[in-house]
């Protein structure tokens, strides 16, 4: 056959791109009651074959149906049968050569992947789908990340055995510790701790586990086979795939029963190997090859997908699509989004715009690549430098805040702001105000808003932050990097855009300091639930500054204005002190303005709140200082490593409906002021 580079030359040509563009959305398999019907591009095929199974591993076909050859390089063949639970594959001839190949468009498959099902999509919904609803989106969108397996594999758990490491653990919304009845894990736990949404790793089809295998095999995923079918080491039957459709569906209903919306971690970057579905069907069309023959690896994961080639684009488009109508997904993170093209990302904001409304589902990603990519035809990244190009409601993790608060994720001894860099200073303000001023970038690579940024200090990529401090302050005893992790999470949570981070960060989760643990052991990589009560101090400072975050509308503001509010700004070496303008559209707001000061030295630091009315809303130790009213004299100091949040009691306070501003009666009543209260000097000794 031809070479990487003869393809990509006949794929350029105005020929091709005239005879083989297809713009309907139909390919793959329909079946319903009314018939079933199969449509395969493949546009140099010579022929191409369907073959049925009664399985989906082993034996052999029981017809062979050759197809017919279409318009625009489909191929099709249709049943007036509902074929549902048939499984299928094809048979393709290139220039003499026979092509055994899976549906690249398939949305249910066998044990592993390797050949396609035919599925009626009706049969698989639960019991009250036509129902599913995602929750009311709130002030502030808090994004925790999850793998289904580490979820639920740990025994301390307590979850039933034979859903621990699948779909259905997320279907137990009332597990405990080790099942005593008393300390909430998993659903609960999540619920307790107000996060909002729960991004899933990887959970479509992928190769690196073997779904006939042992359950302690672990991968995180990253690793494409099917774009548009759920993974079956995650459901109880993965032989028979309308289980594992059925099962994900379940967990994602019951997530969003419990009031988290449900992001999915997609990675249209690059497949498991070039040896794809994309690439039987249709060779080197799905796939980046520079001028010289090279096949572009800037994924580092040998190949990487063209996006900017019209059914490629087509093709990532329709599968998100397809995920959320189908699953009801409501959010996206894009790994390697910086290997996508600008116009694809817009496309895709575009069209989620128009079916759910402005905004409506997160769409984000990593604005970077691992190595230089053979992008074609003048398409441009979707990399950090090009987010200016990108629209406002497609957001990037921000490396620049994670590096500056806890040091470089690559450069594992390299410390941050928190555990003692000289230096950072600058770039901390910054990252309060999601990086949204005139001295970051130039006028078109500039971050339009804080509804563009993922502000976070970890993920599952790198060092957990509790390895990172460890690793950076080998001298320090646990009760100063627990200190430091206090100060992390009130850091990063006192900055403008969404907040992002991995699970247990808020129990000080280890993975021994193994700073890649993608294949590594599902003892390692499992939520350890028992480690997150004994860490409950922890977990409680977590808890309080995401419940204090939603009542704060001046960092929870998104618009392009935002970083406006941030004023008043001191810096000193190793402190940094800002107010923000805490007014809300309602007018109802409990306090009108804020104090932020970071001290990350090892001595108490002297601070001026000018004014009065200046109320503790959290510090170094308690996050939920907010809940009662303690004034402070204007003369006041922070106390070491640690961040002070102060709030200035509106002239007038009151109640009102919507917005951010809004509060309970309940929460009115925690938070009822004090007048008569006194005022003292805040030196509270740090833990």
């Known amino acids: 056959m031809k070479t990487a580079l003869e393809w990509k030359k006949y794929y350029s040509s105005p020929e091709f791109r005239e005879h083989y563009i297809y713009d309907k959305n139909d390919l793959g398999v329909s079946c319903t009651d009314s018939g079933t019907s199969f449509k395969l591009w493949s546009p140099s095929a010579d022929s191409v074959t369907l073959n049925l199974y009664q399985e989906g591993s082993g034996g052999e076909a029981y017809t062979h149906i050759p197809m017919k050859r279409e318009d625009k390089g489909v191929w099709s063949w249709s049943s007036d049968r509902n074929l549902h639970g048939a499984y299928y594959d094809y048979s393709l001839i290139f220039e003499g050569e026979s092509v055994r190949s899976a549906d690249p468009y398939a949305y249910a498959c066998g044990v592993n992947g390797r050949r396609s099902m035919a599925v009626d999509l009706k049969r698989t919904d639960p019991e009250g789908w036509e129902n599913d609803r995602a929750p009311e989106k709130g002030a502030e969108q808090i994004i925790y990340e999850l793998h289904v397996k580490e979820f639920s594999w740990d025994p301390s758990g307590g979850f039933p055995e034979k859903y621990r490491g699948k779909y259905k653990a997320f279907t137990c919304p009332d597990t405990t510790l080790f099942g005593d009845g008393i300390h909430p894990t998993g659903m609960g736990y999540m619920k307790d701790l107000g996060v909002t949404h729960v991004q899933i790793m990887p959970a479509y089809d992928y190769g690196s586990v073997n779904e006939a295998g042992k359950d302690t095999e672990f991968n995180w995923g990253y690793d494409p086979v099917n774009y548009n079918v759920p993974e079956g080491s995650y459901s109880t039957d993965p032989a028979h795939g309308e289980v594992r459709i059925r099962e994900m569906k379940e967990m994602i209903q019951a997530l969003h ?226 200190r430091l992790n206090r100060m992390a999470a009130a850091l990063y949570m006192t900055c403008q855009g969404n907040l992002f981070f991995l699970s247990g960060e808020e129990f000080a989760r280890t993975k021994n300091g193994l700073e890649d643990s993608f294949n590594a052991p599902i003892a390692l990589n499992r939520l350890d639930w028992k480690q997150a009560w004994e860490n409950q101090p922890l977990v409680e400072y977590y808890k309080g500054l995401i419940a204090l975050r939603t009542r704060l509308p001046g960092l929870c503001d998104k618009s392009a204005r935002a970083s406006e509010r941030i004023g008043n700004v001191e810096i000193s070496d190793g402190m940094v002190s800002f107010e923000v303008d805490n007014r809300s559209e309602t007018g109802c707001q409990k306090w009108d303005r804020l104090k932020i000061i970071y001290n990350r030295t090892r001595e108490y630091r002297h601070v001026m709140a000018k004014g009065s009315r200046w109320t503790v809303l959290c510090d170094g130790e308690d996050s939920r200082l907010w809940t009662s009213v303690k004034y402070v004299s204007p003369d006041l100091k922070a106390a070491p490593q640690s961040v002070l949040i102060l709030g200035r009691l509106a002239e007038k306070t009151g109640g009102g409906t919507g917005g951010m501003g809004d509060m309970t009666a309940g929460v009115a009543a925690d938070m009822e002021a004090d007048d008569t209260a006194g005022t003292e000097t805040w030196e509270k000794q740090a833990v």
């Open 257 to 482: 029963s419990q009031g988290f919306r449900v992001i999915m971690d997609v990675v249209y970057n690059h497949t498991y190997s070039l040896d794809s579905w994309f690439q039987r069907t249709a060779p080197w069309y799905f796939y980046r090859v520079f001028d010289d023959g090279r096949i572009s690896n800037g994924s580092a994961c040998g190949n990487d997908v063209a996006s900017e080639r019209e059914m490629c684009a087509k093709y990532i488009l329709e599968s998100v699509l397809y995920w959320t109508e189908e699953y009801h997904i409501d959010g996206f993170r894009f790994d390697l989004m910086g290997l996508l093209d600008v116009d694809l990302m817009n496309r895709i904001r575009r069209e989620l715009d128009v079916r759910y409304g402005k905004g409506e589902k997160l769409l984000f990603g990593e604005p970077w690549a691992a190595a230089e990519t053979a992008i074609e035809g003048g398409a441009v990244q979707a990399l950090k430098k090009n987010m200016r190009l990108l629209d406002e409601n497609i957001g990037m993790f921000c490396d620049d805040t994670r590096d500056a608060v806890k040091g470089s994720a690559l450069k594992i001894k390299r410390p941050g702001f928190i555990n003692g860099a000289p230096g950072k200073e600058n770039d901390i303000i910054q990252s309060t105000r999601a990086w949204c001023t005139p001295q970051h970038g130039s006028a078109d690579a500039g971050v339009k808003a804080p509804s563009q940024v993922i502000t976070y200090v970890s993920a599952h990529d790198n060092q957990t932050l509790w390895d990172k401090l460890a690793e950076t302050l080998p001298e320090a005893d646990a009760a100063e990097r627990m």
